[in-house]
């Protein structure tokens, strides 16, 4: 009965929707990420994003005002990821946090000897865990460039990956997929990156995901959603896993919308 009622409304805020078609045109012309995606495919993208936009409050800081041509931005890239998953792969946390560019975090912990310090960082992104996802805006409105960089899918991943408890690269996987197999193909992927990137490689991916396995899963959905060809040549294993992952497969879209 819940399941129905969510239903009816979440088609009542389709039906009701006032983006216009020169907004949704104006957007994903920006978006080249999200060319090679077909008819159905962008009505379903879409009314994921009304959705999204219905469930999430998008909020400014630093005395950003968020216009309704950022918000389909961000929720466009946002919602590709979840195209096939469904839009309760975002549940349980609420808002996004639209700064102009990079922002400081302060972070307190303990040391080992019980002192408390605060570190600094700056960031163009960060995903809390049951929180917000914080996003630069700059770095946003650029993302969807389709050079395998894509700060809003690193985040979104990161709420993907944080379903089932702490960012650790092992979001909850489909009942037909194999547990053991997604840990030891990322695993191998992530020990083989980490030791490329420590000798100085350059395979086209950001060594940033040598960071952690959650950074590793992180970068990766980035790189398959933008640069498929790249995952492919370098890491067939772990974009076979992810195409089951999410459901999808980019280097179909990219091959098909590449000219000659
Ligand atoms: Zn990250």
């Known amino acids: 009965m819940i399941e129905m009622f969510r239903n009816w409304l979440d088609r009542r805020a389709v039906a009701r929707s006032d983006i216009t ?8 012309a920006a978006l080249p990420l999200l060319d090679g995606l077909d008819d159905d495919e ?31 931005i961000i929720a466009l890239q946002a919602c590709l990821p979840v195209l096939e998953l469904g839009l309760e792969a975002y549940d349980g946390w609420s808002a996004v946090i639209v700064y102009p560019s990079g922002f400081e975090t302060h972070q307190v912990y303990v040391d080992e000897f019980g002192v408390e310090h605060i570190e600094q960082r700056d960031l163009d992104g960060e995903a809390w865990e049951r929180g917000p996802v914080l996003l630069a805006w700059d770095e946003a409105v650029s993302a969807g460039e389709r050079d395998g960089i894509n700060l809003v899918i690193h985040e979104f991943a990161h709420k993907l990956d944080m379903q089932n408890g702490d960012a650790n690269g ?8 194999d547990p053991k197999t997604w840990t030891d193909i990322l695993s191998k992927g992530y020990d083989d990156f980490a030791r490329r990137c420590d000798a100085g490689e350059d395979t086209g991916i950001d060594c940033y995901a040598a960071e952690s396995p959650a950074e590793f899963f992180a970068v990766m959905s980035e790189v398959f959603f933008e640069r498929p060809d790249l995952l492919v040549r370098h890491y067939p294993a772990v974009y076979a896993q992810l195409r089951r992952y999410y459901r999808q497969d980019p280097l179909a879209r990219w091959q098909f919308d590449r000219p000659g």
Do not use: S
Request: without cysteine; proline residues 9%.
């Open 21 to 28: 078609p020169e907004e949704w045109r104006a957007a994903f």
């Open 42 to 72: 962008q009505r379903r993208l879409r009314e994921l994003v009304i959705l999204f936009q219905h469930r999430k409050a998008f909020e400014g800081a630093h005395g950003m005002a968020v216009t309704r041509e950022m918000a389909l």
């Open 170 to 177: 092992f979001p909850p996987l489909h009942p037909d997929m």
